[in-house]
């Protein structure tokens, strides 16, 4: 079996020897034509390896990448496998040899000289750059400037072994890279922090997460949140162990990161929960507080204080995270009241106002901070709209028929509808003199835009709705509701299919829209007269589109 290295690329060939060497080639077996192997990884990979007169004839493996006819790197760490088994003449057919290989190479070691132990184990850290790391970061005396650069230069190898020349990582090798990475997280963090190399352990799960926070990378399977989650856990423990020093530079480090590109935006989001919710000592919740204060003095006269990214609870308000702090401190009940006054213009404060109101059955003062909310935050309408779904609510609880009419109508006409809830609610309190007038306003007005057809439909308004259908410059809703208006106004509805299908003749140059004409086509036909028109348009279409090769090929097969 010579030369079987030249089959693989060079970097290939490197991740082989690396899936080798961490032990991930299991139950290789022969078998009549060669040998078979499981190589463990994210997910376990089967390989085949077929042989004849000794020299490599066919390989498979059921990974993604040899499904594309490559050579993969479960394949040469197999064949890294036999031949080291080979040599050792250790395999025979039907059997694994690795659990026997592991108990020779214990009886090898224990025989071998101290002197000629460490000589071996110095030439192959001289052969080996992983290695040679996985020593030093081991068994150096301190970790300085250069083993952590060497620590580093470990990430950027990882990096490199995956990527094509441009650095890309595709769908074929990112699960591979994630797992790497994970795995190096795993073991040379590890390796600092049981040498209680806090500082320096913080600084390479940092790099590793800028690393893989910004790769040009495939990521469909979403390895990179696993290996942000691992940076998460080596966060959390580095931050439960270590000295206070280091705590204060991990908290300086979490606030100076954020917010300024350090890696992409959905990363950031790891970041904000590490500082939202691991820091939880006094002094680390003071200086929160005074974080939380600069980005709520951003908001000027804002009535929003902006909010925290949170991965395990969303968008958290900053000023509800800044009252909750207060609490875990111990702040006066007074404090936090006079806090909560002072930043009153706030609509989240004013929210929490509200709540508490209700929940204490205080319905008039809920109502008197709602009306107050609407005047504050009235340039934003999905607040306004809020404040007015609360205000129906709490009437409709009082029986208070004049003020639940009045704000119904102005929810009704002054908030986008995405429902008929409120119109119907609305209905149900007015006469039908009332109705006549305020349903013509409704269908008048913008805010109905999204829930026309549906009111036009639930009042029967079917006239109405064939007029908006032929002044409409899409097809979504005559498709909609063709089941309905067919039956009232079959030829009205004929004639727009067929506005539209010319209109898009027009200007359609694809065979997939092509396809979807002709199925306009056959629609139209099964409308009165139908038949007749279809085939005039098909006519039409041959002798203005002549040259359109595709469209004459999509009306023959579609029979006209």
Same mark, same amino acid.
């Given at each position: ?44 990979? +089967?390989? %085949?390896?077929? #042989? @004849? !007169?000794?020299?490599?004839?066919? *390989?498979?493996?059921? $990974? ?115 797992? +790497?990475? %994970?795995?190096? #997280? @795993? !073991?040379?963090?590890?390796?600092? *922090?049981?040498?209680? $190399? ?363």
């Amino acid at each position: 079996m010579n030369y079987w290295k030249d089959l693989f690329r060079e970097h290939i060939l490197a991740r082989g020897e690396m899936y080798y060497y961490d032990g991930a080639v299991q139950d290789l077996e022969k078998t009549e034509y060669g040998y078979h192997a499981v190589v463990e990884g994210t997910e376990d990979y +089967e390989v %085949d390896i077929e #042989l @004849e !007169d000794g020299q490599i004839c066919e *390989m498979y493996c059921t $990974c993604p990448y040899a499904d594309d006819g490559n050579n993969c790197k479960h394949m040469a760490a197999v064949l890294y496998e036999i031949e080291k088994q080979e040599d050792s003449d250790s395999l025979t057919e039907g059997s694994s040899g690795s659990e026997q290989t592991e108990e020779e190479l214990e009886e090898i070691i224990e025989k071998i000289p101290e002197t000629e132990l460490r000589s071996f184990v110095k030439q192959l850290a001289g052969r080996d750059d992983e290695i040679c790391n996985t020593l030093m970061t081991r068994y150096a005396v301190r970790i300085d400037e250069n083993q952590m650069r060497r620590l580093k230069e470990g990430v950027d190898q990882i990096v490199w072994e995956h990527g094509d020349r441009s650095g890309f990582i595709d769908y074929r090798n990112a699960w591979d890279f994630t797992r +790497e990475m %994970d795995h190096y #997280l @795993e !073991d040379k963090v590890d390796t600092l *922090m049981e040498r209680n $190399c806090w500082r320096q352990a913080f600084e390479l799960t940092n790099y590793v997460f800028k690393t893989v926070g910004n790769v040009d990378i495939d990521d469909s399977d979403g390895g990179i949140s696993q290996v942000a989650d691992t940076c998460y856990d080596k966060w959390k423990e580095i931050l439960e162990n270590c000295t206070e020093e280091v705590r204060d530079e991990m908290f300086t480090w979490f606030t100076s990161h954020l917010a300024c590109d350090y890696v992409i935006d959905y990363m950031e989001e790891y970041m904000e929960e590490f500082l939202a919710h691991e820091f939880q000592s006094r002094e680390m919740l003071e200086k929160k507080l005074k974080y939380l204060d600069e980005r709520i003095e951003r908001q000027t006269s804002s009535t929003d204080c902006g909010k925290t990214w949170s991965a395990r609870n969303g968008f958290e308000n900053n000023i509800l995270k800044r009252l909750e702090i207060m609490k875990q401190l111990g702040y006066p009940e007074k404090e936090i009241r006079e806090y909560r006054r002072k930043h009153w213009r706030f609509s989240a404060v004013r929210e929490l106002e509200i709540q508490e109101n209700i929940e204490r059955g205080e319905l008039d003062e809920a109502v008197r901070i709602l009306k107050e909310s609407k005047e504050l935050d009235s340039g934003y309408p999905g607040l306004g709209a809020q404040y007015s779904r609360q205000l129906i609510s709490i009437y409709e609880t009082q029986a208070d028929e004049k003020a639940y009419k009045e704000e119904l109508q102005y929810y009704v006409f002054e908030c986008p509808q995405h429902d008929l809830v409120y119109i119907q609610k609305m209905k149900a309190v007015c006469t039908e003199q009332e109705w006549e007038q305020y349903r013509e306003q409704i269908l008048q007005s913008r805010n109905s835009c999204n829930i026309l057809y549906t009111f036009m439909e639930a009042e029967g308004l079917y006239e109405r709705m064939l007029e908006c259908m032929q002044k409409e410059p899409f097809i979504f809703n005559v498709d909609k509701y063709e089941k309905m208006l067919k039956k009232k106004f079959p030829e009205q509805m004929r004639d727009i299919y067929i506005s539209y299908v010319h209109k898009q003749a027009e200007r359609t140059g694809d065979r997939k829209r092509y396809r979807e004409l002709m199925q306009y086509l056959k629609k139209i036909r099964r409308y009165p007269g139908g038949k007749e028109k279809a085939a005039e348009i098909a006519e039409n279409w041959r002798a203005l589109y002549c040259r359109r090769s595709a469209m004459m090929d999509e009306l023959q097969k579609a029979g006209f």
